[in-house]
C-alpha cells in the first residue's frame, strides 16, 4: 500500500507543479491574460474526456497497465516542458499533463485497493485522498522555491526535479504484483464495454447529492481562491517572490490533510457537514480580504479553506468508494473525479461569462454565493442521507453477522 501511495502522491506532485511559472511563461512568450488562462484551461479540458474514457474501460484494459501509460506521458510531457521553445510546446505540454492525470485519477484508487486487504479499504481510501491533497500542494511550493532560490534556468531546472520524482513513481509502480493481469487477458477477448460514467441507480442520487456534488463545489471554490491568489499577492502583498504564491498553494491544497488526521467528530455525515461548511465560510474570508486588502486575513481565509477542503475530500471521497459495488467502484471514483474537474472549469467559464455583466470581482462574489447555495443544499441533504447510511450500515452488519451465528450454531455440541 506504501508504494502505490508514493506513485500517487509524486503523481499529484506533477499535476500542479506547473503553477508558479505561468508568470514566468507570460512574460517569456508575451502571452495575453486570455492566452494565460487557455493554457490554464487546456488542462481540464484534455483531462475531462480522458477520465470519461478511461473511466469506463480502464479495468478492462488492465489497471497496472493504464497507470504504467499515465507515469510515462506524465514524464514525457515534463521533457516537453523542458524543450520547449515556443509557446505552442508548453500548451502540448500541459494537455498531456491532463491526459495523464485523466487516466491515472479513478484507475490508481482502484489499483491501491486491489493492493490492500479488505478490512484496511476504509484507511487506503483515506491516505489516498491525503496524498492526493498533499501532491497538489507540494508541487507549486517545491516548483516556487526552485525558481526563486536555485536562481538556474528557471523554466528547465524544476522538470528536472520533477522527471527525477516521477520515475521514481515509475520505478514504485513495477515493484507491485499484477494480480489483475490473468483477467485482463480474459476480458481481451469479451466485447468492448461501452463507454459510459453510469452510476446504479440504487445509490446514484446519494452519490450525486452527498458525494459528487461536495467535490464540485469544492473545486469550485478552490478554483476561485486559485484564480486569485497570483493577483493578490502581487497587489496587495506587493511582492514578485514566486514561492509565496507557491506556499499559499500549499497550504490551501495541502492544509487539509491535518484536518483529515484530526480523530474529532467520527462519524462521516457530521464530518462532511463540517467541512462544506468551512469550505464556503473560508471562501468568503478570502474574498473579503480581497475588499479589504488584508493580508491576515487572506492568510486565515485560506487555511479554514484548506482545513474545510480536507474534510470535504477525504468523506466524500470516502463514500465514492464505499457506496458501490466493487465491481463498479472504478467507475464510480472515475466519476467522482469528472465531477471535481468540471467544477474547477466553472471558475474559468463562470468569470468569462459573468465579466460580460459585472467586474472580475463581483463575478467572483457572483459564484461564491451560487456555490453557497450548493453548500446550504448539501447541508439539508445530509439529513436524508443520515438515515440512509444508517440503514445501509446496519444491513452490511446482518449480512456479515449472519455467517458467524450460523457457524456458532453448528460448532455448538
Known amino acids: 500500500m ?12 506533477g499535476t500542479s507543479f506547473t503553477s508558479p511559472l505561468f508568470p514566468l511563461y507570460q512574460e517569456h512568450y508575451r502571452l495575453s491574460s486570455l492566452q494565460i488562462t487557455v493554457l490554464f484551461a487546456v488542462y481540464a479540458v484534455a483531462l475531462l474526456p480522458t477520465l470519461f474514457i478511461v ?36 500548451y502540448a505540454a500541459r494537455m498531456l499533463v491532463g491526459i495523464a492525470y485523466g487516466s491515472f485519477t479513478g484507475t490508481a484508487v482502484a489499483f491501491l485497493l486491489k493492493q490492500t486487504p479488505k478490512e484496511k479499504s476504509g484507511k487506503a481510501i483515506l491516505l489516498s485522498g491525503m496524498a492526493v491533497s498533499v501532491g497538489f500542494g507540494l508541487g507549486p511550493a517545491l516548483a516556487g522555491l526552485i525558481i526563486e532560490y536555485l536562481h538556474l534556468m528557471p523554466l528547465r531546472a524544476p522538470f528536472w526535479v520533477l522527471t527525477v520524482l516521477l520515475l521514481s513513481a515509475w520505478a514504485g509502480l513495477e515493484t507491485l504484483r499484477d494480480e489483475d493481469y490473468q483477467a485482463h487477458k480474459e476480458r481481451q477477448q ?3 464495454v461501452p463507454i459510459s460514467l453510469r452510476v446504479s441507480a440504487d445509490i446514484k442520487p446519494h452519490f450525486l447529492s452527498f458525494s459528487a456534488l461536495p467535490v464540485f463545489t469544492l473545486f469550485t471554490l478552490n478554483g476561485i481562491v486559485l484564480s486569485l491568489i497570483p493577483s493578490f499577492v502581487k497587489n496587495v502583498i506587493h511582492t514578485s517572490n514566486l514561492a509565496v504564491s507557491g506556499l499559499l498553494i500549499l497550504l490551501l ?47 486565515a481565509g485560506v487555511l479554514v479553506q484548506a482545513l474545510g477542503s480536507g474534510w470535504t475530500f477525504q468523506i466524500s471521497l470516502r463514500l465514492a468508494g464505499e457506496l458501490p459495488h466493487v465491481s463498479e467502484r472504478s467507475r464510480v471514483i472515475t466519476t467522482y473525479y469528472f465531477s471535481g474537474y468540471i467544477g474547477f472549469i466553472v471558475p474559468i467559464v463562470g468569470v468569462g461569462l459573468l465579466s460580460f455583466l459585472f467586474n472580475l470581482y463581483m463575478s467572483l462574489i457572483v459564484l461564491n454565493v451560487l456555490a453557497t447555495l450548493i453548500v446550504l443544499y448539501m447541508l439539508g441533504y445530509s439529513v ?12 452490511q452488519a446482518q449480512v456479515e453477522g449472519f455467517p458467524a451465528k450460523v457457524s456458532s450454531q453448528v460448532l455448538r455440541p
Open 55 to 90: 473511466g469506463s474501460r480502464g479495468s478492462s484494459w488492465g489497471l497496472k497497465r493504464v497507470l504504467r501509460i499515465s507515469i510515462l506521458l506524465s514524464i514525457l510531457a515534463s521533457i516537453l516542458f523542458m524543450a520547449s521553445h515556443q509557446a505552442w510546446l508548453v
Open 253 to 299: 491544497m495541502g492544509g487539509g490533510t491535518m484536518m483529515q488526521m484530526l480523530p474529532w467528530f467520527k462519524h462521516p455525515v457530521v464530518r462532511l457537514r463540517i467541512g462544506i461548511t468551512l469550505l464556503a465560510f473560508g471562501a468568503w474570508l478570502v474574498v473579503l480580504s480581497g475588499t479589504l486588502e488584508s493580508i491576515s486575513l487572506m492568510w
Open 384 to 395: 436524508k442521507f443520515a438515515r440512509y447510511y444508517a440503514e445501509r450500515n446496519e444491513k
Open 190 to 192: 469479451a466485447a468492448s
Open 2 to 13: 506504501k508504494k502505490m501511495l508514493w506513485v500517487i502522491l509524486m503523481m499529484s506532485t
